[in-house]
């Protein structure tokens, strides 16, 4: 009886210090699910809640929770001035007045990563998750399904995403991250660096050219800071291992006609128009009818969540869309159009004052590959001509919350 009571005691122990990046990586892990990844949001920001109310003051006089509130308020304030002259007021207001919890779950976070160990031990949970995200989708590609029997369909490898087509978009935020770790792992072995093929290679097979950009994005802000940390048969390996997903890539360029097609139809946006509307998939009747709404409402925009409700008012008679008796679409797909178009150009201002926020600690931190690899996630996930998920939708806007939140905590310790 005693040995019971002292191990259930420390496991209470033991979920007591460890909690809170046991809750961030699960809420990274279920966002293979569709909406489960709320569930540890929501804890977090209720715990964030009760924190504030005990210690109000502590978010002006806490650093790295002053900087968090600014980068909140960048992208909150055009929200709730977009609320004037909205479209659908029900939706807009619901998303601005749901949207400060992920201020609140972000002060949870850095609170509790600022503990010694805390964001090492995300950090090895976070290259965990990649790993068997990666691992699961490369038996789909191999076998026809993945180890939950999800099928391998449309030549796009979905993983523990199926049905939706969403892996390549969050491994491509997260490998500067796993690499990282990898690194810190075992610096005296350069091998563990061999995992930024099956990285790429997952990428690649995910089908999303969105995808791509955000890993060239992420790679391209996190590589150049190891390359100079790292001696000259470091890098030797580095770059092999670059060079060896080049062969893959271009081997898969040749072999694969499901990536061929993509590729090709990528390169098609400098044609004709005809190969321009196929390289985009059908996106410039889209973007055409985003930019007649923002000349319409250029200052505060049509409200957060709004395109869809006023795609019809401003989409030309021949939009392919509404030929096709459909309503439009959701969202713009184009980050910096669809704040353009939801907040205005107020939006859009928030919008550069955090990204440039993030550049510059991003560019302070650049002799800390920690730094770089967190905000080079980070820059990854937020690039402007990103056209993947709704900006403003809660999938997107968790996962990128969660994201600021870790990134400030890896980031400003260091720099205070």
Avoid at 50 to 74: K, M
Avoid at 96 to 123: D, H, K, M, Q, W
Wanted: aromatic share 12%.
């Amino acid at each position: 009886m005693t040995k019971s009571l002292n191990s259930i005691s420390s496991i209470g122990r033991y979920l007591a210090d460890n909690h809170a990046w046991m809750l961030v990586a699960a809420a990274v892990l279920l966002l293979s699910t569709d909406t489960l990844s709320l569930v540890p949001l929501a804890m977090m920001a209720a715990l964030g809640i009760y924190r504030v109310g005990r210690e109000p003051q502590s978010i002006y006089r806490d650093r790295t929770q002053r900087v968090l509130l600014f980068l909140f308020l960048c992208l909150w304030l055009p929200q709730l001035v977009s609320l004037v002259g909205v479209v659908n007021l029900e939706r807009s207001a619901r998303i601005a007045s749901l949207y400060p919890l992920y201020l609140f779950c972000g002060v949870f976070i850095l609170r509790e990563l600022a503990r010694p160990g805390n964001l090492t031990r995300l950090s090895l949970a976070l290259l965990l998750i990649v790993v068997f995200w990666c691992v699961d989708a490369l038996v789909q590609y191999a076998t026809g399904t993945n180890l939950l029997g999800y099928p391998y369909q449309d030549g796009m490898l979905s993983g523990m995403f199926y049905p939706k087509l969403r892996l390549g978009i969050i491994l491509a935020v997260l490998v500067p991250i796993a690499l990282e770790t990898v690194r810190n792992v075992n610096r005296d072995s350069l091998y563990p660096w061999l995992l930024l093929i099956p990285f790429t290679v997952v990428v690649l097979l995910s089908g999303r050219r969105s995808a791509w950009l955000m890993l060239i994005i992420g790679l391209s802000a996190y590589l150049p800071l190891v390359f100079i940390s790292l001696s000259s048969r470091a890098r030797y390996i580095i770059a092999g291992a670059l060079c060896v997903a080049a062969v893959l890539v271009g081997t898969m360029y040749f072999k694969s006609p499901d990536i061929n097609r993509r590729i090709v139809l990528l390169t098609g946006i400098l044609g004709s128009e005809y190969q321009a509307e196929r390289a985009t998939s059908m996106r410039t009747p889209i973007w055409d009818t985003a930019g007649n709404m923002f000349r319409d409402n250029w200052l505060n925009g049509v409200g957060p969540r709004g395109f869809r409700y006023a795609y019809r008012d401003y989409a030309e008679d021949d939009n392919y869309f509404v030929r096709q008796g459909q309503d439009g679409q959701t969202h713009p797909h184009l980050v910096f159009l669809e704040i353009a178009v939801e907040t205005g150009v107020i939006g859009l201002a928030g919008f550069i004052l955090f990204y440039l926020v993030i550049l510059r600690y991003w560019w302070r931190g650049r002799h800390s590959t920690i730094n770089g690899a967190w905000t080079a996630a980070l820059l990854a996930a937020t690039f402007p001509l990103n056209a993947h998920l709704a900006f403003y939708g809660s999938y997107w806007s968790g996962f990128l919350w969660l994201l600021i939140a870790c990134v400030l905590a890896a980031v400003l310790p260091r720099q205070s």
